[in-house]
Every structure is written in structure tokens, then in C-alpha cells.
């Protein structure tokens, strides 16, 4: 998940929050999977000061000692079990196609004794690394002729079909990238037991979710876009997935201690880690209904061998998996954030951070936290896992401490000129696009008992702030150093934030190396933002026009009564102006007002959700118009009988009051985006 290394402990426990609500995102009180992507910066900040002694202490290390290395990851990782509450740990690293370096900390389980964990032996659930071996299998059957990249999906469906719901459609390509445009569903994705778990195809059916985006615009991380993919390959190979990965993967590559299946095989399940939550408690077996995406266990030694693979070629102790050039395309980067921030490979995503390039995948599930980073450069790289939650802090800090004492990075900032002009176009809140597009919150659904928890993403959106020439977010300062491309400012963190525009040039969305570039943040509507009385002042406004113009109505009916003489019709006309707009703004404001708080609305979306009532609010602005129109007539009586102004002082004072009010509404509509750009 995180690479970070920044000024920790202001913001650490924001980020802890934010981690373990996103695990909960799409998992039941009877924990389910964290569908983030495991490398994934908004989960928790490295907390510096426990190890301030390695940072302050250490020089740059040579990874190729093994000594040195073996040194520091004793003392380190000892420290680290210790403070976040962590049973075992697992740990390989591999350089120039060998296993360097394996070894297991702690122990796989306490009860009813304590055993510890075997590097070669003890399997780790690996979470969405599995994802990498699922991109694997596609690419095998590309090579094959059997797949092509670039086909749309639908041609492989036979049991359903995904909707055209954009003109351009979907490949596979897309989906191992993630970008394919789907949102986020909310399903059961763990459970305690493979009770209930639907096969494949038919879960594949059931949780398709919309398109919201059109397919490689823009990065969204997706659990069921990969299971999709396992699902193809499925059908084209014709073999269960787990048989297919087992058959062309596991067993040409040695990988006796690796498996998809739920429940292990009996060979294995001997060697399984059991899972802890953060008290230490023992958890349970997790068995995932989206297999592709992340029921892969494995251990540290056989991951090495999978490392290996991909470091060289394909090859693996003579066996090749992939084709020289196929690994090659796997590795190249398929869709760009920003030209200066990492982007997505197939099936692995970019690292690059302290000015090395690096490749790889993080996993979560409930209890399991693991991470692959690959150095293509130095033909190295290394696996890591922890068995409890407090491995979701741990793996992260792992890897920023491991980059600053290996790589040590001290960045030169040189802002642009100008650095310090129109900040204020890039302020406002900014939300994952992981998330659902209809509803801002998670409801709880009929998957009882394993209900999923409510989760409001506005809670956690990002807010983008101008302060003195600077943005700031998280407590941190960037710097503009080239056109919507910022830095942070002191050089120190390797953090870098880039905006994205639209085709009329309004910032959209962002990425960022705190997050992977699987995920992008888009930039939510203005009002969101507003403070919370603009409601109640614009909701007055039509109470107040309501009320002047039961009060116009009632003196009418009295004149009536009364037999007085005959109004002339421009007077009339102006207060059921009045009256009308009353009507046509409450209907979509209430509409607006509920959406608020249901529903994400970008800030550059039009709101559509009016659907044929949206003739209300353009009515209401026409209605606006004429009350301008007769606001200024009524002083001079144009239009009156007798040439003398419309009714009463006080009803002229109130009339033209009521109009000025009244463009109030007018910038709720705009505001909204109700008649677009």
C-alpha cells in the first residue's frame, strides 16, 4: 500500500482510520476482503519516530551483502512485530535470478503451540498479488492466439454480455490495467466459510457492475474487472481457473506450496499461517468469492521463484512461463497518469519513487498484508507478508525504510516561474474513483450475516487547500514546479501530486505518488464544500417568496371581494411570477438537497438526475427574467392603468427584494452544473 516517509505522526492516526474503514469498504462484519489494491498510500502514514535510530544512524547500505542485510532486517523487523502486535512475518528477496535471502519471523500460529514461521514451508494468503498471476494466464493464452488484448471481452462471453454502455468497448487490456470503467459493487467478497460462495460464472453475473467511465480514460481499481479476466481465461482454456494456474504456472515454475484453491489442498492447509486481528486474537481461513483477484497462498520461497520468472525473461530454473518479448510488454507501462508519475503495467503497477524504477503489487485481505516489488534495473527485488492486521502499517513502513536506507533519496526542487499564480483553480475535495458512482454511502445488503458496513467516501476525500503560493494537503506544502505538476516542498519525500484536465481545461481529477496510479481522485462538486447554511439561506428564500405570495393572494381575493377596481394585467402577471417560480425552484432543489446527500457529484458533471423535470429549473429561470423585467416596470407603471407605479411602496420594496433574492437560485443551478458548460 504506502510508500511513505513524512512528517508522521500529525497525520499517522488519520490514515489509520482511513485504512481500516477502506478495509471494511466492501468486507462484512464478518471481515471480507480489503478490496483496495495493497500499495495503496491513503491506508496510514509511516510513523518515523520508531525508527528514528535506523534513519538518523544508518549510512546507505549495499543490498548485495548479504550480511548487512540479514543484520538489519533481524533487529528491524523484530522491532516492528513487537510494536504493531504482528505473530509472524515472511520474508524472501531474489538477485540475479536467485533466491538471496528467506526467512520467516515470529510464528504461523500461538495455539496450542506456538510454531514458527518457515519461509519454505508456511503459507501466507497473498491478497491481490494474486492479480499478477491472473495477468500471467491472460498473456499465456494471448501468446497462444487464444486471447487477444485488445478484442472486446464480449467475444469471449457466452453466459452474459457486458452492456455497450460507452461506444468504445472493453478488452482485456482494460482489464488488467484497470481501466475498464467499471465502479465499485458491494458484495461479500470474504467469508468464514465457502458456504454460499457462488461458482465463477455465476458470481461474475450476479456482481457485474455499471460503467461509469469510458473504457481507458481513467484508472479505477477493480476487483471484478481481474476476476472477469479469470473468468475468460476460464472458458478459453477450458479448465477451472485454479486448475489452469496450477497446471501452467505453479508446477513448470515449482511452486509446490502455492495454490488458489478454497479449501486448501490437504498437503498444504498443514502449513497455513492462521490470521490475527490487531489484538492478537486468532481469525479465521478467509475464502474469497473473487478468486482471481486474491485468493492466491503461498509462501516466501515460492513467490522468489515467481520474482524470478519475471525478472528474467519468463524463465525459471530452465522452465519459461512467458516469451522474452511478452514480459518485456507486461512490465512496459499501458496507461499514463502524468509523464512524471508511475502508471500501470498489466497486471503490476509502477513504484518509482527515490529515483529508482520499480514494479510490483501489494495484497490485502482481512488479516493478511503482503507486497512484491520488483527492481527490473538491478534484477532484484523481494516479497514480504505479515499475518496480522497491524501488518497493514508494517508492510508499508517496511518499504519506506527499506528505499531510505538502501536508496536514500534527497530531492532539488526548482518551482516554475509563476509557481505561485491560480492556485486557487486546483482547491476543493477530490474522491477515489474507487467507489460507487450512485450512492456516496455503502448500504448494508442481504448477505446476511454478512452484512456490509455503511461507509460514507466523502468522509475521506481528499481537500486540496491554497496557502502562500503553496497547496497543501495532509499537512504537507507542494510547490508548482511545472504547469499543474507539484512537489513537496522540502525535498525530503518523494511525494508528488499531478492534475488532470478536461477538454475545456477544468481540473477533473488528480494522481499522486501517496496512492498507487490504480486509483485517481476526482475532484467533487463546489458545493460539497459550501458551508451548511447555504441550504437553509436559499430554502428561506423560497419560504419567504411562498409567503408574500399567500399574502399577494389573499389581498387579491379581498380586492376581489371588496369590488375593487380592476387591476391592470402587467401588475398581475408580476406576482404570479412570484408565485410560479416558488414551484419550479422547490422541486429541484429538494431533488438537489437529497442528492447531497446520497449521491457523489463531480464538478464536472452536469446534473442529470432531474432527468425530464430538469424543464423546472430553466422555467425557473425564465420566470427569474420576467420578475427582473417587471421589478423595474413596476416603479415606472409601465403597464399600469393610470401610468402610476404597481401597488404599495412597501409591495414594490418587497417585489424587487424578492427578485434580487431570487438570483440566489440562480447560482444554486449554475453551482450544480443543471444546464451544464
Partial sequence: MLYLSIKKKTIVFVFMIIGIILTINTVSNNGQLSQKNSFNKYDTLKINDLFNDYENSLLPSDISNQTELAIFLDEYISDQLDQYNIVGMTISF???????????????????????????????????????????????LVEDGILDLDTDVNSYLTAFKIPDTYSDPITLRHLLTHTAGFEEKAYPSIFSSPL?????????????????HSPGVITSYSNYGFTLAGYIVQEMSGKLFEQYIEDEIFIPLG???STFREPLPANLSLNMSTGYNEFGQVGYFEYLSVPPAGSCSSTATDMAKFMIALLDNGYYNGTQILLNETVQMMQEEHFTTHPNLPGANLGLYEMDTHNEHIIGHGGDTVFFHSLMALFPDDNFGFFISYNSRGGSIARDEFFDDFMDRFYPYINEINPMNGFDKGLRQFNGLYCTTRRFYSDKTIHPLNYRPYEIIEYDYLADAFRIVTNNGYLEMLGLQFVQIEPDYFVE??????????????ENGRITNFYSTFTIPLVSFERLHPLYVTPEGLNLILFLVILISFIFSIIWGILALIRVKKRKDKIAIFPTIAKWLNFGLVIFSIVPFIFIITKIYSTVLLAQDPYDGLNSLIIFPIIALILIAGMTIFSILSWFGIGNIDKKPYWKLWERISYSALTILSYSL????????????
Avoid: C, H, M
Avoid at 454460499?196 to 461509469?212: A, N, Q, W, Y
Avoid at 522540502?490 to 488532470?500: N, R, V
Avoid at 440562480?666 to 458548460?677: D, E, M, R, S
Fill in 666 to 677: 440562480i447560482a444554486f443551478f449554475v453551482l450544480w452544473n443543471i444546464f451544464g458548460y
Fill in 255 to 257: 511452486q509446490n506450496s
Fill in 94 to 140: 531474489v538477485k540475479d535470478n536467485e533466491i538471496f535471502f528467506a526467512k520467516g519471523y515470529g510464528n504461523r500460529t500461538l495455539a496450542p503451540v506456538a510454531k514458527p514461521v518457515i519461509a519454505n514451508q508456511t503459507l501466507f494468503r497473498i491478497g491481490s498479488i494474486s492479480k499478477t498471476f491472473t495477468a500471467v494466464a491472460v498473456l499465456q
Fill in 489 to 502: 516542498t522540502t525535498g525530503q519525500y518523494d511525494y508528488k501530486i499531478a492534475f488532470i484536465r478536461n
Fill in 196 to 212: 454460499g460462495i457462488p461458482p465463477l460464472e455465476d458470481f461474475v453475473i450476479e456482481i457485474l457492475p455499471d460503467r461509469v
